[in-house]
């Protein structure tokens, strides 16, 4: 089992709806990350959480460390949105381990 | 500048040759990350520096990688005698001094290497 669990693994929504994307993990973490990659394979930073909740435009990440998960959410979802979104935990020292992402298609 | 440059961008080598990839981090930035994507994989950490400190050369994959950064600033990763299987993308990233506060990382764009 990986210590960093996404689901689900592709996702197709048709554009304005809701979408969440999650993560679970199984090992005590100090930060956690959403990051997206787009097509031509740049990845953007989108949030680092150690709790709580974060809101930039549209997004929202969500986590609950006593649960061990954390949630993506894009509203009024759009064409442009589609991408892989990963996360990734920081665990011990500097390691960084991701999850194997989730490939996004936001259809007009 | 104002965001983590690699080069090259795209780096076809013949097995048995050795290759060097370079990042420049943002300015300031002191941890550097180096990661590769191969075809259809996750992200797999290889090797990670913080300002003057040893660096956690743990992902690393075998003793042909190497990577050193000069200055605290720009750095190298060194593959030697390529082989098949290091075809990937290699990318770079950056963030403020980690610590008591966990900072955004900043992505390169990446050197996409093949190796044939």
């Known amino acids: 089992k990986n210590e960093v669990e996404q689901s689900p693994q592709n996702l197709t929504a048709q554009e304005g709806e809701f979408i969440t994307i999650n993560c679970s993990y199984s090992?005590?973490?100090?930060?956690l990350h959403w990051l997206q990659q787009h097509p031509g394979g740049g990845i953007v930073s989108l949030f680092m959480?150690?709790?709580g909740k974060k809101k930039h435009g549209r997004l929202i990440a969500t986590i609950n460390i006593q649960e061990k998960h954390s949630s993506l959410h894009i509203t009024a979802s759009h064409p442009r949105d589609s991408a892989v979104y990963i996360c990734?935990?920081?665990?011990?020292?500097?390691?960084?381990?991701f999850g194997e992402g989730t490939q996004l298609t936001v259809n007009p | 500048g104002a965001g983590v440059s690699q080069s090259p961008s795209n780096k076809v080598t013949e097995k048995g040759k050795d290759v060097e990839l370079r990042c420049d981090p943002i300015?300031?930035?002191?941890?550097l990350y180096w990661y590769r994507q191969s075809l259809g994989q996750g992200l797999e950490f290889l090797i990670y520096f913080q300002g003057n400190s040893a660096p956690d050369k743990s992902g690393l994959p075998s003793d042909r990688f190497s990577a050193e950064r000069t200055g605290g600033s720009v750095s190298t990763l060194t593959i030697q005698r390529t082989q098949q299987e290091d075809s990937a993308v290699y990318l770079c990233a950056s963030s403020k001094p980690s610590g008591v506060y966990n900072s955004p990382l900043h992505f390169g764009n990446g050197t996409r290497l093949t190796v044939t």
């Open positions: 990734a935990v920081k665990t011990s020292g500097s390691r960084l381990t």
């Open positions: 300015s300031g930035h002191t941890a």
């Open positions: 090992v005590g973490i100090s930060a």
């Open positions: 959480l150690s709790s």
